[in-house]
Nanobody, 128 residues
Framework: QVLLVESGGGLVHPGGSLRLSCAASGFTLEYFALGWFRQAPGKEREAVSGISVTGTNTYYADAVRGRFTISRDNAKNTVYLQMDSLKPEDTAVYYC?????????????????????WGQGTQVTVSS
């Protein structure tokens, strides 16, 4: 059974940091591209970041570029999202997602429809 489990969310003050983790089980992430999405109340789900199979190519939404860092550890079957300088507008439920990318190892994906497996989400709240 393919399973993604996010963790690391919580309440943080503006300017603070959080590191989200997404652990995969039931399969190995070695040939899978990964992405982080978020959905705030009343808004559509949006792509935050993506990383290729190789880990060398990454994508960041304009709103988070320079503040968030995506990384992957295939040995631990886990992807991370380091979030620094958090702002109230970063408040949302954050989801990780993955899809096979065996034939395009440098590719990352930014469209939710391109992903096959999703985690249950973790709440991030940035508030003073």
């Amino acid at each position: 059974q393919v399973l993604l489990v996010e963790s690391g969310g919580g309440l943080v003050h503006p300017g603070g940091s959080l590191r989200l983790s997404c652990a995969a089980s039931g399969f190995t992430l070695e040939y899978f591209a990964l992405g982080w999405f978020r959905q705030a109340p009343g808004k559509e789900r949006e792509a935050v970041s993506g990383i290729s199979v190789t880990g060398t190519n990454t994508y960041y939404a304009d709103a988070v570029r320079g503040r968030f860092t995506i990384s992957r550890d295939n040995a631990k079957n886990t992807v991370y999202l380091q979030m620094d300088s958090l702002k109230p507008e970063d408040t949302a439920v954050y989801y990780c997602a993955t899809r096979k990318s065996f034939y395009c190892r440098p590719c990352y994906y930014t469209d939710a429809d391109q992903y096959d497996y999703w985690g249950q989400g973790t709440q991030v709240t940035v508030s003073s």
